[in-house]
């Protein structure tokens, strides 16, 4: 099993760039989160996906933010424009339904913006 | 709202030797789950060890083992016999089961554990 895998590993972009992260979750988990990781903090969940439905997006940023999860599969989070406050890491993890026996996380993308 | 604090930003232990890591959390709620996951520098979260609020006894894995006390709201982690390998930074989670919205993960900000050779 290939776990959660992300892409890319390290982005650095420009302000105001846009910039986009890919998750490919554990197949056959319906249930997708992308989180935010705030360098000396603990992850913060950004979307939860059930399948290809966004059920909780309180968090996330709308205005630049957006994130999709076509045919319930994989997903892409964008940032658009990217501002120097959203240097962070980027991690996808995923779960079968509920999550009751936690998550299995991928390693992230690390963004910088200069 | 439900938070988890970790007053340890850091922790040292000599190899072999065993260590015991802090975590409270508030919730108004009776029924969630803990847990504690390691992030070494891959950045990877590894789940280490899961509680159930409704379980009285204490969840163990191998070396790892937890001292659950609900009413107090406290969820240690006792890493023994340390290895090398065991350095990473440890953050501690809560979860609600009440479903819905409350499906996420709440995080501490994290305990970074040294282990001395």
């Known amino acids: 099993e290939a776990g959660v895998v992300q892409s890319p590993r390290y982005k650095i972009i420009e302000k105001k760039q846009p910039v986009a992260f890919w998750c490919n979750p554990i197949?056959?988990?319906?249930?997708l989160y992308w989180y935010r990781q705030n360098l000396g903090q603990g992850p913060e969940l950004l979307i939860r996906?059930?399948?290809?439905?966004?059920?909780?997006d309180s968090q996330l940023p709308k205005d630049r933010f957006s994130a999709e999860r076509l045919k319930g599969v994989d997903s892409t989070l964008k940032i658009q424009p990217a501002e120097l406050g959203d240097s962070a890491v980027y991690l996808c993890?995923?779960?079968?339904?509920?999550?009751?026996?936690?998550?299995?996380f991928g390693s992230g993308t690390r963004l910088t913006v200069v | 709202a439900q938070t988890v604090t970790q007053s340890q930003p850091e922790m040292s232990v000599q190899e072999a030797e065993t260590v015991t890591l802090s975590c409270t959390y508030d919730?108004?709620?009776?029924?969630?789950?803990l847990f504690w996951y390691k992030q070494p520098p891959s950045r990877q979260m590894i789940l280490v060890i899961r509680?159930?609020?409704?379980?009285?006894q204490n969840a163990t894995e191998n070396r790892f083992s937890v001292n659950f006390q609900k009413a107090a709201k406290s969820f240690s982690l006792k890493i023994s016999d340390s290895q090398l390998g065991d350095a990473a930074m440890y953050f501690c989670?809560?979860?609600?089961?009440?479903?819905?919205?409350?499906?996420?993960?709440?995080f501490g900000t994290g305990t970074l554990l040294a282990v001395q050779p």
């Open positions: 993890a995923s779960s079968l339904e509920a999550g009751d026996y936690g998550y299995t």
């Open positions: 197949s056959g988990h319906n249930t």
């Open positions: 996906y059930e399948n290809e439905e966004a059920v909780d």
């Open positions: 919730t108004s709620e009776s029924d969630y789950y």
């Open positions: 509680q159930e609020a409704y379980k009285q």
């Open positions: 989670a809560y979860r609600s089961n009440y479903g819905g919205a409350t499906n996420k993960l709440i």
